[in-house]
């Protein structure tokens, strides 16, 4: 019988439904995504998943005016620069997320550290990935 | 908890090293740009080597793979330089690749497995394009979630780190540029480096091509109000402008090790490794919410003093990884060299500058020395060895005596990092 690790697979699952899908640690409660199959805080393997709700708060910031090519693909350049982040959930886990500015008033000078920010998830227009991607707006 | 005492099984001494030029070279390839280090490294040992003493090498090096189109580099590395059938392996950890291969060197001699060890690390990098370079660079993040999912470069992530402690102490860009006119003012002295110009210079000769080239002279008040000028400093990632970032570079540098006992058939100037220590850490995501320091870097240090019997204001000059001008200030807080926050005011207080306290980056550093990845930690390591040993010629620190000199390599954003302190018997 082989044996199931929660991992990396989670995360995209959930993702396609449109759901923020972590580990928690059943020994220490730490929460961790994506989600993995041995607790980094205290090396236990008794995880199981967890779905977020999203909310959190920016803890790093930046806007890229030289972007990789993943983003030169989607249309980023020197000229049109995005803001991505480091958001800290309210429920415990830390992620890298783009923030998604587009349709709303905000540009770059306005994102600091701690602004609030709510997660959604942003389907791909050319249908590039299966699952949506997760981006985070200013609440 | 880790009780184990860290100790080197016997003393394990610096007698020859070198670097190549660093720069963008079109016509040598990560070959030539080894011999170049080896030959000068074996030059250096002031009783001479013979190259068949040589019993192993390890070499640094991030990834030949995508730069050149070439893996399995370090058995290339032993042929080319005459020492087939040595032992030869690559070592990888990203920007910290050859930090790496100096402590398995360090290791290898001191476990009493080899008397005579080489030690080096090599990236060419400039035949891939800018943007090339950016994505090779960025394979040492955690590419499905902070580039796939986030749009992260290198100097993104560092830039994010920026912003974290720009906003916990309240300091601003002047912070950064200051460390950047520091490190190209000390590049000047150093003729191997990429930038031996200083801001000033750079400045000086933009404004020169501009009036070649009947523009309107650019008025510039100093190299602060330059530097301020996004047509001469661009953004790369905010708050982080192109004089921010480490350069794109090829280059090798070279070490010979041998033992403590033996070092005084090959130098008078016997210099040691009292601390060897490294540390890994998962991506930002992991580190508990504070990007305001790397925590590789605090805990290898930490070791690195508890192993070496020595404090932070033992040391008398430092190399640290400055790949980015913020991470020169993260670096000399996460050493313990300045309390958290106030790493930001040391450049701009001139504490670190090559006549000041604690000379941080005399080589230049990163930033206008060069930083052909897997090739920055050999190099850091032989500027220390150099200073110690009175090496330096014109940069050579002469202000203060020289006993103890630190070197701390990082590889991606801290996933790796590793700390060394040599001695000048």
Redesign the interface.
């Given at each position: 019988m082989t044996v199931k690790f929660i991992g990396i697979t989670d995360y995209y699952e959930g993702l396609t439904k449109g759901k923020i899908v972590a580990s928690k640690c059943n020994k220490c409660d730490d929460v961790y995504l994506p989600p993995r199959p041995i607790c980094s805080t205290c090396q236990a393997r008794d995880m199981i998943l967890k779905e977020l709700r999203g909310e959190g708060r920016i803890i790093g910031h930046t806007t890229v005016a030289v972007p990789p090519s993943n983003m030169v693909d989607k249309g980023f350049s020197y000229d049109r620069r995005y803001v991505t982040a480091i958001v800290a959930l309210d429920q415990g886990a830390i992620i890298a997320a783009l923030i998604d500015m587009i349709g709303s008033e905000y540009d770059g000078e306005v994102i600091h550290v701690g602004m609030a920010v709510r997660a959604h998830f942003l389907v791909q227009p050319d249908r590039s990935q299966n699952e949506p991607v997760l981006v985070f707006r200013p609440m | 908890m880790r009780t184990q005492k860290r100790k080197l099984g016997r003393g394990v001494a610096i007698v020859g090293g070198a670097m190549s030029h660093f720069g963008r070279s079109s016509k040598k390839n990560s070959r030539d740009l080894m011999t170049e280090a080896y030959v000068e490294a074996l030059s250096s040992v002031e009783l001479g080597m013979d190259p068949t003493e040589i019993e192993a090498l390890y070499i640094g090096n991030f990834s030949s793979d995508l730069f050149e189109g070439q893996s399995h580099l370090g058995h290339l590395m032993a042929d080319w330089l005459g020492l087939a059938p040595k032992p030869a392996t690559r070592i990888e950890g990203a920007c910290a690749s050859s930090g790496l291969a100096f402590r398995q060197g360090v290791m290898a001699v001191a476990s009493g497995m080899h008397d005579v060890v080489l030690v080096g690390g090599v990236e060419k990098m400039s035949a891939a394009s800018t943007?090339g370079t950016?994505?090779y660079l960025?394979k040492a993040s955690?590419v499905?979630?902070?580039?796939?999912?986030?749009?992260?470069?290198f100097?993104?992530l560092y830039?994010?780190?920026s912003?974290?402690y720009m906003?916990?102490y309240g300091t601003d860009r002047k912070h950064l540029m200051a460390v950047a006119i520091k490190n190209h003012q000390n590049g000047v002295l150093n003729p191997k480096a990429q930038f031996n110009l200083s801001v000033l210079d750079i400045m000086g000769g933009r404004a020169a091509q501009a009036k070649r080239d009947g523009k309107a002279t650019p008025h510039w008040r100093d190299e602060y109000d330059f530097l301020q000028d996004t047509d001469a400093n661009?953004?790369?990632?905010?708050?982080?402008h192109l004089f921010d970032c480490a350069p794109i570079t090829d280059g090798a540098s070279c070490i010979l090790l041998t033992t403590e006992m033996a070092a005084r058939r090959y130098t008078e100037d016997v210099v040691t490794v009292i601390a060897s220590t490294q540390a890994s850490a998962?991506?930002?995501?992991?580190?508990g919410?504070d990007?305001t320091s790397i925590p590789s870097a605090r805990i290898a240090a930490r070791e690195a003093y508890e192993m070496a019997r020595v404090t932070p204001a033992d040391i008398d000059v430092v190399e640290v990884h400055d790949c980015f001008t913020s991470a020169e200030i993260l670096a000399i807080e996460d050493l313990g060299f300045f309390e958290p926050g106030k790493g930001a005011g040391a450049s701009v207080d001139g504490q670190t500058n090559r006549c000041g306290d604690l000379p941080v980056n005399v080589s230049g550093g990163l930033k206008a020395k060069g930083h052909p990845v897997g090739a920055t930690g050999v190099a850091q390591l032989q500027e220390i060895w150099r200073q110690l040993s009175g090496k330096a010629d014109e940069r050579q620190i002469t202000h203060k005596d020289l006993k103890l000199g630190l070197a701390h390599n990082v590889g991606g954003t801290g996933g790796t990092c590793t700390v060394h302190i040599l001695e000048r018997k």
């Open positions: - | 943007e950016q994505d960025a955690d499905p979630m902070e580039v796939d999912q986030a749009g992260f470069t100097p993104a830039a994010a780190m912003s974290a906003s916990r661009p953004l790369v990632a905010s708050p982080l998962g991506p930002m995501s992991t580190w919410g990007i």
